[in-house]
């Protein structure tokens, strides 16, 4: 299993950003996909959740009403949807899957860099 997110970047602060964190190898029936971010000196935080087979969606506090996770399960692809963007949004950005196979198992992206700025 692969995961490769793409579409970092910088952008000004009330803009937006859409993440991609295309995945092979991956049932998406049988897995939950997340997105976690990671600021400088900070603890990595889990942003956002989604179940395919559970059909729902979880957002961290920071970021509900601004921020959708949403996936094309025959393009194997998660997105992130990231409007009204602030600099407390700055940080690399990680792609998780969990995977119940079984047995259970667990995969990281690389992360892509988000960097909001004036």
């Known amino acids: 299993v692969q995961l490769v997110e793409s579409g970092g970047g910088l952008v000004q602060p009330g803009g937006s950003l859409s993440l991609s964190c295309t995945t092979s190898?991956?049932?998406?029936?049988?897995?939950?996909m997340r997105w976690y971010r990671q600021a400088p000196g900070k603890e990595r935080e889990l942003v956002a959740t989604?179940?395919?087979?559970?059909?729902?969606?979880d957002y961290a506090d920071s970021v509900k009403g601004r921020f959708t996770i949403s996936g094309n399960n025959a393009k194997n692809v998660v997105y992130l949807q990231m409007n009204d963007l602030k600099p407390e949004d700055t940080a690399i950005y990680y792609c998780?899957?969990?995977?119940?196979?079984?047995?259970?198992?667990?995969?990281w992206g690389q992360g892509t860099q988000v960097t909001v700025s004036s």
């Open positions: 989604i179940s395919f087979a559970g059909g729902y969606q």
């Open positions: 998780y899957a969990r995977a119940f196979g079984p047995p259970v198992s667990e995969y």
């Open positions: 190898g991956l049932p998406y029936n049988r897995a939950v």
